[in-house]
């Protein structure tokens, strides 16, 4: 199973009052059902691929208002397609919108009295999630949780409920509708905790921990190797000026500072100016500081250019 999955299956577990039912209720139908009006009367429809959810809503109707429903399984005709359950409501149909406020188009889903509480916003972001949320598993390095909406409405009341819990949630449109989503890793894990999927949540965060680790470690070890490439390098370059002032003049004649600089980067080929600082003591029975070290390896570097120059002209 996916991290998404695992972690429906959890929140379909989440014990919850009876207000609280109503307004995870409320969002399953909203976000994944229909109101139809027929003939016969009002129905509610609700569709998912998850048979777990669509017991959910069954159980949910059944012990919030003592009705029986109708299930209709359908077959999808694509390949790796799940079935797809409908779920539908006749019976205290009209009871269930008004209630639910599956009719409502107000802008400001804060002001639902279904979501007065606080345990009921989170109630209605679990029910959303569940109807038609997905989030990446934390192993992959793209954190990203997004709900769809077919509303546009919908998906804005939504985003404004996720950012009352300070989740830092989006609106973006897409070519079926509209998705709310979070894209930082810790506002997903924040989301995580609202809802109450906290099983969820510890795997989240022991995944994004070790990568964090993981990343952090790499990032030191590429700071390690670029440092030493970096000493390598300029190392390098004062061996060869030091090469061409031994071929092309008497070193014995170059103030004894440099002398002194050239003796240790000869004994210590590889080592960085920290490491020849030290080095310096034991050769010298004083410390050179790695400033004094670098403005004498600059002038070797200047006189063997120097020399070079002269040569070419």
Known sequence: MSFASDTKSELLSVKADDCCHLAELSALLRIN????????GLSIEFHTTNLKIARKVITSIKDLYGVDVEVVSKKQMKLNKHDIYIVRIRNKANTIINELSLM????DILAEPLLMKECCKRSYLRGAFLASGSINAPRSSNYHLEIHSYDETDAANLT???????????????????????????????????????????????ERIKRDFVNSITRVMNMDIANQNKTLEAANRQLRSISVLENMTDIAKLPKSMREAIRL????PESSLNELSDASNDMFNKTISKSALNHRFRNINELADQILENLNE
């Open 265 to 268: 980067r000869q004994a210590y």
């Open 104 to 107: 409502n188009t107000a802008d």
């Open 160 to 206: 404004a409920l996720l950012n009352h819990f300070e989740l830092n949630a989006k609106t973006l449109k897409r070519k079926r509708g509209f998705i709310s989503y979070i894209k930082e890793s810790e506002k997903i894990a924040d989301f995580l905790r609202v809802v109450g999927a906290m099983n969820a949540l510890f795997t989240y965060e022991d």
């Open 33 to 40: 059902g229909d109101v139809h009006i027929s003939s016969a």
